[in-house]
């Protein structure tokens, strides 16, 4: 079964700096993509960028991008010049392609705090 | 456009009583997905309708969990005899295609708290 992994539960950051959040995946398809949200206090989940497998650039969105390694199945979002607002939970999620299955399947996030 | 619309925000009820939880997508979204969260996790498949149809309902913890989406557009889920343990928040989202590298737009969720 393929599988999401988030191994840092907490994160801390300086504002304006840069911040890495890190992503493993397994997945036998080779057509596969992978998606991070963020999920403010607030609570409702915000879609911030998609890398997909056959893609030849890492993606990037505004202050957003992906540090996508295929060969080590990694993803990690890179946040540079982080805000204090930026200070939410992270989730990596990838489409289940296992056959009969369409769900999207999540890692237990990484709760990130920014210091002013 | 609006966003994914769930109601209520927010649902009390007693171990025992029947729930409905109600969601309304993205107009022109065919498809929708359950979800649901508890304290410190990520979201938790339930079911994934594309259209009117229950495509995978594989994440359904037993048969007191049921859905329906009898146009296509908005879908309610419905809990039979309540248990604590069923406290959580149930998010609701949809996507343009359900296709691969379609993103998931969520609802704010519907906290429910069984008593």
């Known amino acids: 079964a393929q599988k999401i992994t988030q191994t840092q539960p907490g994160m801390f950051v300086q504002e304006k700096e840069a911040v890495t959040l890190d992503c493993t995946y397994d997945t036998s398809d080779p057509s596969y993509g992978l998606f991070w949200y963020k999920q403010p206090s607030s609570g409702e989940m915000i879609f911030l960028i998609y890398q997909g497998s056959y893609d030849q650039q890492n993606a990037t969105e505004g202050r957003y991008s992906l540090n996508f390694q295929k060969a080590r199945k990694s993803a990690n979002l890179v946040i540079s010049a982080s805000q204090l607002g930026d200070s939410a939970m992270y989730f990596c999620a990838m489409r289940d392609t296992t056959s009969g299955t369409y769900k999207y399947i999540f890692g237990t996030g990484t709760r990130l705090k920014v210091l002013a | 456009g609006a966003g994914v619309s769930q109601t209520p925000s927010n649902k009390v009820t007693e171990k025992g009583k029947y729930v409905e939880l109600r969601c309304d997508p993205i107009?022109?979204?065919?498809?929708l997905y359950w979800y649901r969260q508890s304290l410190g996790q990520g979201p938790e498949f339930l079911i994934y309708f594309q259209g009117t149809g229950a495509a995978d309902d594989s994440g359904l913890p037993n048969d007191r969990f049921f859905a329906v989406r009898p146009e296509g557009s908005v879908s309610t889920l419905k809990i039979q005899r309540t248990e604590r343990g069923d406290s959580a928040v149930y998010l609701c989202a949809s996507s343009l295609t359900g296709g691969g590298n379609s993103p998931l737009h969520f609802g704010n969720g519907t906290r429910l708290t069984v008593t």
């Open positions: 107009s022109g979204h065919t498809a």
